[in-house]
C-alpha cells in the first residue's frame, strides 16, 4: 500500500499477520516505527530515515533504493537453493559410500573403502 497514512499501515500489518501472512513494511519516518516493528520484516531507509525508524527496522536500506531489495532477495533465494542442492548432493554421496562398506564388509569381511576415500 503506497502512500497511505502511518495509522493505516498499522492496521495493515495488523489485520494480515492475524490473518497468517508474512507482512514487510516500509518506512522511514517516526510516525512509520509502530508498523515497522509490527511487520515480519520493517525495512527503513537508510539515508532519508530517521532513527526511530531505523531502530524499529529490521533490515536498514543503506542507498534508498527498492530495487537493491529485489536484488538481495534474488541472491538470497539463489544461496538457498544451491545450499539445498549441496546438501543433498552430499546426502547421497555419503549414504551410497555407507551402503558399499556396509555390503562389502557383510559380504566379504573387508571394507572396500577406507577413511580417506569415503
Known sequence: MGR??????????KALR??????????DGTNDAPALHEADIGLSMGIQGTEVAKESSDIIILDDNFASVVRVVRWGRLVYANIQKFIQ???????????INVVAAVSSGNVSLNAVQV
Do not use: E, Y
Request: aromatic share 4%; glycine share 6%; net charge positive.
Open 4 to 13: 497511505s497514512s502511518p495509522n493505516d499501515k498499522l492496521l495493515l500489518v
Open 18 to 27: 492475524a490473518r497468517g501472512h508474512v507482512v514487510a513494511v516500509t518506512g
Open 89 to 99: 548432493f552430499q546426502l547421497t554421496v555419503n549414504v551410497a559410500a555407507l551402503i
